[in-house]
T-cell receptor, first 114, second 114 residues
Framework: NAGVTQTPKFQVLKTGQSMTLQCAQD?????MSWYRQDPGMGLRLIHY???????DQGEVPNGYNVSRSTTEDFPLRLLSAAPSQTSVYFC?????????????FGPGTRLTVL | KQEVTQIPAALSVPEGENLVLNCSFT??????LQWFRQDPGKGLTSLLL?????REQTSGRLNASLDKSSGRSTLYIAASQPGDSATYLC?????????????FGTGTQLKVEL
């Protein structure tokens, strides 16, 4: 199993540009989520999904959109990038029931918005 | 709102020393608690997961304890090695109608010196 994979690893955007961060998992996990990590603030939940076709907002959802058309994929879209979105983005997945909800994380995408 | 605090923020110890990292949380209604390791520029690696009904979990030189009633968890590292140098994060899991949500602490940055 590849686990949780994320692409790209690094990205530089200009203010106002849009892009999609990709996340995929091959563990058949129902639950997937996106976090951003900023110095001194820890990891904060952006959006999450409990299954295909079901998404919901986390703690810091503004400026981001998600969709979940398949169990495997959970892309994060930045519609109009802003410097405040400069961060490291992590995707995570877990089983929704049983298995103690242990979460597995991808390697991250480091995004800089100029 | 659940808040998770990790003290100290940074720690430097000589090789071979036993050490304890602390994690405290404000809401004791947690499902489980997960300890992660993060190396610089990398993603999160799950170290230990403790169910709310458990008191501790062990993996090799690592031992994590949980006192749910007092809102505390500790990660004990025995016979520390330079390879243990990393940031250690704790996260509490709460079950909601929308799935399992993690709230992270800001981490303890550990440096083990030769």
């Amino acid at each position: 199993n590849a686990g949780v994979t994320q692409t790209p690893k690094f990205q530089v955007l200009k203010t106002g540009q849009s892009m999609t961060l990709q996340c995929a998992q091959d563990m058949n996990h129902e639950y997937m989520s996106w976090y951003r990590q900023d110095p001194g603030m820890g990891l904060r939940l952006i959006h999450y999904s409990v299954g295909a076709g079901i998404t919901d907002q986390g703690e810091v959802p503004n400026g981001y959109n998600v969709s979940r058309s398949t169990t495997e994929d959970f892309p994060l879209r930045l519609l109009s990038a802003a410097p405040s979105q400069t961060s490291v983005y992590f995707c995570a997945s877990s089983y929704l029931a049983g298995r103690l909800y242990e979460q597995f994380f991808g390697p991250g995408t480091r995004l800089t918005v100029l | 709102k659940q808040e998770v605090t990790q003290i100290p923020a940074a720690l430097s110890v000589p090789e071979g020393e036993n050490l304890v990292l602390n994690c405290s949380f404000t809401d004791s209604a947690i499902y489980n608690l997960q300890w992660f390791r993060q190396d610089p520029g990398k993603g999160l690696t799950s170290l230990l997961l403790i169910q709310s009904s458990q008191r501790e979990q062990t993996s090799g030189r690592l031992n994590a304890s949980l006192d749910k009633s007092s809102g505390r968890s500790t990660l004990y590292i025995a016979a520390s090695q330079p390879g243990d140098s990393a940031t250690y994060l704790c996260a509490v899991v709460i079950l909601t109608g929308g799935g399992n949500k993690l709230t992270f602490g800001t981490g303890t940055q550990l440096k083990v010196e030769l």
